[in-house]
């Protein structure tokens, strides 16, 4: 990683501080900071708002794969879904 004047890169220091994270804390930690943000988050945004975020990862999306990306990953939603019920 680079370093500048000896300091350490803010990068690095988020990659050292998520590996530190991750080896005091389980699953249920992630799920419940994930649930949290998620509420905070739908409180500060209406459903324009995330129509908006969807469309455009969407678009992202589509100009990175092809018609066989999607016809797999269909596949694989439609064999879980059976698998589920």
């Known amino acids: 990683m680079a370093r500048s004047k000896g300091k350490m890169s803010r990068e690095e220091a988020g990659r050292l501080g998520g590996q530190a994270t991750s080896k005091n804390h389980g699953k249920e930690f992630y799920q419940e900071i994930g649930q949290k943000g998620g509420e905070a988050t739908s409180r500060n945004h209406d459903k324009d708002f995330y129509q908006e975020i969807g469309q455009k990862g969407g678009e992202a999306t589509s100009e990175k794969h092809d018609k066989d990306f999607y016809r797999e990953i269909g ?11």
């Open 75 to 85: 596949r694989k939603g439609g064999e879980a879904r059976n698998n589920n019920k």
